[in-house]
């Protein structure tokens, strides 16, 4: 039984009992309680991965490519020579 099962039984086993004590701890009720926690812990859990989701890249971005170089300078410097040639345009 590997670690992580276990830790989610023991989740679900806690969440019962608490919901059997919510209940007034009637007998014989078990496996209701312990379903109604398999569901709720599923449904936290849902909802919790729903709200990471976005969180999290699908990859990380490149460190360099050929356009940019590994800081960007090759668009700042086009950027610059840009600015250049439209100021002396400007000026004429």
Same mark, same amino acid.
């Given at each position: 039984?590997?670690? =992580?099962? /276990?830790?989610?039984?023991?989740? %679900?086993?806690?969440?019962?009992f608490?919901?059997?004590?919510? /209940?007034?701890?009637?007998?014989?009720? =078990?496996?209701? *309680?312990?379903?109604?926690? &398999?569901? !709720?812990?599923?449904?936290?859990? /849902? &909802?919790?991965?729903?709200?990471? /989701?976005? @969180? *999290?890249?699908? @990859?990380?971005?490149? @460190?360099?490519?050929?356009? $940019?170089?590994? $800081?960007?300078?090759? %668009?700042?410097?086009?950027? =610059?020579?840009?600015?250049? &040639? $439209? !100021?002396?345009? &400007?000026?004429?």
């Open positions: 039984m590997s670690d =992580e099962y /276990a830790l989610g039984q023991q989740r %679900i086993r806690e969440r019962a608490e919901l059997w004590e919510e /209940a007034g701890s009637p007998e014989g009720e =078990e496996q209701r *309680f312990w379903f109604a926690a &398999k569901v !709720d812990i599923h449904q936290q859990e /849902a &909802k919790l991965d729903k709200e990471v /989701a976005g @969180s *999290f890249p699908a @990859s990380d971005p490149p @460190s360099s490519n050929v356009v $940019t170089g590994a $800081t960007g300078e090759h %668009i700042v410097a086009a950027e =610059e020579a840009a600015d250049a &040639k $439209t !100021d002396g345009r &400007k000026s004429r």
